[in-house]
């Protein structure tokens, strides 16, 4: 002890240290945490992850009385309070799926003035009867989460949150906080107006999602590719996303036969099935779910350690807000995206059938940026923050397959002008399955009915593979060198550009991925990835120990310890109550709740290993 008299800051810093059992606290959550004890009204935009919630709950603990705090999405209600209450905060939730007895109760709380936070759906605010019950509680502050749903702007708007205007009146001199992790600036001036917020303090994090690294990769038709990037992901939770019900039905089934611990996840399916699935994940019981963009609105699962977009999103805002599932714990997680040209024609046809044109534009707007980002070779994350109007500052993120150099070009006009000719010499007559069977010299009947097999392209193309030459046809199309017929059996037919490939006035390069492996992000302090091998096997039996614990108490794993938390008891494997102390995420509530069974299962690990 250096016996000098703490100042302000080490008492918060003691309070993060002893509840949260964080060390430090991150970006730009101090000087919330700071504004909100001053009793200041505050408008935060933090990214996903961000780490929001630790911005009113500490706050929530060191004020006196009950700050209440608005969201709209009741099914994580009861996630966020078993999450608040495993840190000793004493927080309840008022919503409708309690029943009447429940709420009463809640409310004598609330009353009674014995609870740091409670967490309230917005319609609430509109019975009379509740608003008496607010006013002749003891509130300490107002936190609006998802503050974008008042927003008519805002992507999300609910006119249950138009009641919350009120709420400067209803409780005069009490903070009011604004939290949201999407809202232009223009929402922005919307819900500080809307809510009445005066003179708040304002923070915009950066949009940048540091532990996440970003990936295209040239989808390959089949289910080969989907298999071989899940086995590097083996036990680790994740998403991948696909554009139809039955696209969904077909990978979940797919995968399940190969032995993955997959379910799907549509509006197509009932909502008990839906529910029972969304479960399973949240609790560890599967490792992938297969959805639809339905997927993961009001899903807090912090361990997701991977998102693939097998089909190419609908905008660079919904790829932004899919991938910002992954690693909501801090821990590295990876972007995959699997992109072909291929694909644009179909989503292109899904969209010439919308019928209201303002809305096709903007879906034509939207795909052609998608597009972009996935075939331009820019830094992901920087076209991403772009879209956000906010510039990256560095040169190489050092975590997207661009800056690590995972591509490289290779000219293919040599090859180019192989198919061109066989299109030629076949009299543009046929599709591109036939003219790849003529190139790589096949026995079918066809081609030897045709006398095909004598042409002199037939065979020459035998120093690749099918993958290869379906490739080089789609990215002949994608720069229009030649074209695809409309109907049941598209033909190709040479275009201007391929006449020009063909004279050899053009060039053709094509970018493949260099034989090197991704590395993964730099992950801050440690993590999973930087485990020894000896590590990464404590931390599978730590993590089953941790499912036993979730199971007995009938909440998330993650609600007792994070990843990032099992990660750090692996790499410094404590063996006293102190030692674990200092393990990031364990607070005292938790180390007097599971400290003793944790360190018992590393103890007996280390004696295996002596
Ligand atoms: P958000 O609601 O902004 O998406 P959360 O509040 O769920 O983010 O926090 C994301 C993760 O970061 C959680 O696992 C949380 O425990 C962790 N976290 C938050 N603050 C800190 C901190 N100061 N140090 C370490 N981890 C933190
Ligand atoms: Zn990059």
């Known amino acids: 002890m250096s016996g000098h008299t703490p100042s302000a800051t080490d008492a918060l810093a003691g309070s993060l240290h002893r509840i949260f059992g964080f060390r430090s606290f991150g970006p730009n959550q101090e000087a919330i945490v700071r504004a909100l004890l001053a009793g200041r009204d505050c408008f935060a935009v933090m990214p996903t992850g961000g780490g929001k919630s630790l911005c009113y709950q500490l706050p929530a603990i060191l004020l006196p009385g009950t700050a209440l705090v608005v969201s709209p999405l009741i099914s994580l209600m009861k996630d966020q309070v078993d999450g608040a209450r495993a840190n000793g905060i004493r927080a309840s939730f008022l919503n409708s799926s309690l029943d009447p007895a429940d709420q009463g109760g809640v409310q004598r709380e609330l009353l009674s003035g014995i609870l740091d936070l409670v967490y309230i759906a917005p319609e609430r605010f509109a019975l009379d009867h509740f608003r008496e019950i607010l006013r002749r509680s003891r509130i300490s502050m107002v936190v609006i989460d998802e503050a974008h749903c008042i927003s008519e702007w805002g992507h999300d708007f609910r006119p249950d949150y138009l009641m919350l205007s009120s709420i400067v009146d209803l409780l005069p001199g009490i903070p009011v906080a604004a939290f949201t992790a999407t809202a232009t600036q ?33 989808k390959e038709s089949g289910d080969a590719q989907l298999v071989s990037i899940l086995k590097q992901f083996a036990g680790q939770a994740g998403i991948i996303y696909r554009t139809s019900r039955k696209s969904v039905n077909d990978t979940a089934l797919k995968l399940q036969k190969r032995g993955f611990r997959a379910l799907p996840y549509h509006a197509g ?28 609105m009001g899903i807090d699962k912090s361990n997701v350690r991977f998102v693939i977009h097998a089909d190419l999103p609908k905008s660079i805002e919904s790829y932004y807000q899919e991938t910002g599932r992954a690693g909501r714990d801090g821990e590295s997680a990876r972007c995959i995206m699997l992109f072909s ?69 290779f000219d293919c006009t040599v090859e180019a002008q192989m198919l061109l000719s066989a299109i030629v010499r076949t009299d ?11 190139l790589l010299g096949s026995k079918n009947q066809k081609i030897n009915d045709f006398g095909h097999d004598r042409l002199k392209v037939y065979g020459i193309g035998k120093g690749h593979d099918k993958k290869f030459w379906r490739r080089l046809i789609d990215d002949l199309v994608a720069r229009k060198a030649i074209g695809r017929s409309e ?75 994070s990843d990032r938390t099992l990660a750090e008891l692996s790499d410094i494997q404590p063996t006293t109550p102190e030692e674990m102390l200092a393990v990031s995420g364990i607070g005292e509530v938790k180390l007097a709740r599971y400290g003793g069974e944790f360190l018992q299962l590393i103890a007996r690990y280390k004696a295996q290993w002596l």
């Not at 331009?376 to 906010?390: K, N, P, S």
């Open 269 to 296: 399916l009932s909502d008990g099935e839906r529910q029972k699935n969304q479960d399973a994940f949240i609790h560890d019981e599967t490792d992938i779910i297969v959805a639809t963009v339905a997927f993961g």
């Open 428 to 438: 543009s007559r046929f599709g591109a399955a036939y003219l790849v069977d003529i």
């Open 487 to 561: 109907g049941l059996y598209p033909t190709l037919y040479l275009l201007d550009g391929g006449a020009r490939i063909l004279k050899g006035e053009e060039r053709v390069e094509m970018q493949r991925i260099r034989e090197k492996k991704a590395a993964a992000p730099a992950s801050k302090s440690g993590g999973i990835e930087s485990l020894s091998l000896e590590g990464k096997r404590l931390f599978e039996q730590l993590r089953l120990l941790r499912k036993k614990l979730a199971d007995e108490q009938g909440v998330p794993p993650d609600v007792v310890f």
């Open 341 to 409: 040209n291929a694909d644009i024609p179909k989503v292109r046809f899904f969209i010439d059938s919308m019928l209201d044109e303002q809305e096709r534009h903007r879906a034509l707007a939207a795909l052609s940026k998608v597009v972009s980002f996935a075939s331009a070779m820019v830094c992901r994350r920087r076209m991403l923050l772009e879209h956000f109007d906010e510039t990256y500052p560095r040169d190489n993120c050092a975590s997207c397959d661009v800056c690590q150099g995972l591509h490289e070009v």
């Open 186 to 218: 223009r929402v922005q001036e919307d819900i500080v107006d809307k809510l009445g917020l005066r003179h708040p303090f304002v923070l915009r994090a950066s949009f940048d999602r540091p532990n996440l690294s970003y990936e295209v990769r040239f």
